[in-house]
């Protein structure tokens, strides 16, 4: 599979996908990946305030019953889910998994990643002054989309790595089922609001639903 940066992604706004994230239902515009692959967008940043409140309490309904003691995501599209999905389970605070330099993250833990968003491999980054926050902690990762796994994966290795125990994966949405095979026997962690597929293009320029990816 081709990777690109999210920025070089061409938004096809006239093709839009609907479908539900819980009890929400959501239009979201469809954007070429390559020439045969596209991706219906879910931009957590766009969805505004009252979305994403109604998003973090129903996915923290479900993850409640595991009693996470911290939850933890990905930066950036992450950030709103981890917030609202903290305050809604009445935890004051949460971790963050960086993937872009800080001065703070200078001796950061850190672990390799490669998202379909993404050009070059990244590194994801933990902040060594934080990790007794993790630490023989239970632990549910969140982020909007669990796509290919690829991050979600290297998130489990880099908080497993550091003492933390993953009680569960959550998300707003799961995209076809490569995460399945990518996330192994971990996929049975992930709980999410919504599914969606990606997108193959036809000769004619419509797009058709792909549900395995």
Same mark, same amino acid.
């Given at each position: 599979?081709?990777?690109? /940066? ?28 390559? !020439?045969?692959?596209?991706?219906a967008l879910l931009i957590t940043v766009d969805m ?16 409640? /019953? ?13 950030? /709103? ?21 800080? $001065?703070?993250?200078?001796?950061? !833990? ?5 998202? $379909? ?13 934080? $990790?007794?926050t993790i630490r023989g902690k239970r632990v549910a ?27 569960? $994966? ?11 095979s990518a996330l192994g026997d971990d996929a049975a ?5 919504? !599914? ?18």
């Amino acid at each position: 599979m081709l990777f690109m /940066p999210l920025s070089m992604l061409r938004v096809v706004t006239h093709t839009r996908y609907r479908t539900t994230v819980g009890s929400q239902e959501v239009s979201l515009p469809i954007a070429d990946l390559t !020439e045969d692959l596209a991706l219906a967008l879910l931009i957590t940043v766009d969805m505004g305030v009252s979305f994403m409140d109604t998003a973090g309490r129903e996915l923290a309904d479900i993850l409640r /019953p595991l009693q996470p003691d911290i939850v933890v995501t990905i930066a950036a599209m992450g950030i /709103p889910v981890v917030h609202e999905v903290s305050r809604h389970l009445g935890i004051d605070h949460y971790g963050v998994l960086h993937k872009t330099p800080k $001065i703070h993250l200078a001796d950061a !833990e850190s672990e390799p990643v490669r998202s $379909i968003t993404t050009a070059t491999e990244q590194v994801l980054m933990f902040d060594s002054a934080r $990790i007794d926050t993790i630490r023989g902690k239970r632990v549910a990762l969140v982020d909007d989309v669990v796509s290919t796994g690829a991050s979600t994966g290297a998130s489990l290795r880099l908080l497993r790595r550091l003492g933390a125990e993953v009680v569960a $994966i959550g998300a707003l949405v799961t995209e076809a089922a490569i995460w399945k095979s990518a996330l192994g026997d971990d996929a049975a962690l992930v709980h999410a609001l919504g !599914e969606i597929p990606v997108f193959r293009k036809n000769s004619d320029g419509t797009y058709r639903e792909d549900w395995e990816g």
